[in-house]
């Protein structure tokens, strides 16, 4: 157990359809990042936020939005979602620069958009 | 843009020794790392290199040559359970603290 939790761990939904993720990242850890991982593409980054603000952004579409609130845990929301958009989701935590030390990853969110 | 490249699968025997290369092309570098991953769960963690030479951490090594671009993972006595796929990954630095993975390579450990 990593001590990163994500919820809901699988999610169907339909076309056209926006949907939240969120995560609780570990104890004490101030930065928290999104990945999609889909068969095609491999673990891409979409965002990090430390300390409740955004800090860097990768691969995110702009239907695609994330916030991390003051007890530290974040969503990502999804809209107007897509066939392609069907993915896993991790959420991953790390105490936040300057240390750049390894990140924790949850178990995961899979999204199947149908 | 940025290339992190590693090969998609590798066959290694029970016991045997097993080294998956990663080369990178990127436009900064804060360090590499490399997890594991068993299909369908979570990243896991194995080593850090941010500085050349030689990581060992049990059964499992990393080697970094930043001057080339290229690190790799050194499995030895391999276990079946070792059978997951291996990541690499590239820090970029310079406020970019999200990291960039290569595809994975799959490894399958055959008795």
């Known amino acids: 157990d990593s001590g990163v939790t994500q919820t809901p761990k699988h999610l169907i939904t339909a076309t056209g359809q926006r949907v939240t993720l969120r995560c609780s990242p570990r104890s004490g850890d101030l930065s928290v990042y999104w990945y999609q991982q889909s068969l095609d593409q491999g673990l891409q980054f979409l965002i990090q936020?430390?300390?409740?603000?955004?800090?860097a952004k990768g691969n995110i579409l702009e239907r695609f939005s994330a916030q991390q609130f003051p007890d530290l845990h974040s969503e990502l929301n999804l809209s107007s979602l897509e066939l392609g958009d069907s993915a896993l989701y991790f959420c991953?935590?790390?105490?936040?620069?300057?240390?750049?030390?390894?990140?924790?990853f949850g178990q995961g969110t899979r999204l199947t958009v149908v | 843009g940025q290339n992190i490249d590693q090969p998609t699968e590798m066959t290694a025997t029970e016991g045997a020794i097993v080294q998956i290369n990663c080369t990178y092309q990127?436009?900064?570098?804060?360090?590499l790392f490399w997890y594991q991953q068993h299909a369908g769960e979570a990243p896991t963690f194995l080593s850090y290199n941010v500085l050349d030479g030689l990581e060992e951490k049990g059964r499992f090594s990393s080697f970094l040559s930043r001057s080339k671009g290229y690190s790799y993972l050194l499995l030895k006595e391999l276990q079946m359970k070792d059978s997951a796929s291996y990541l690499c990954a590239v820090a970029l630095g310079g406020g970019a603290d999200g990291l960039t993975f290569g595809k994975g390579t799959h490894l399958i450990i055959q008795p």
């Open positions: 990127t436009s900064g570098f804060n360090g």
């Open positions: 991953a935590s790390s105490p936040g620069p300057p240390h750049n030390t390894e990140a924790f």
């Open positions: 936020y430390y300390n409740g603000e955004e800090r």
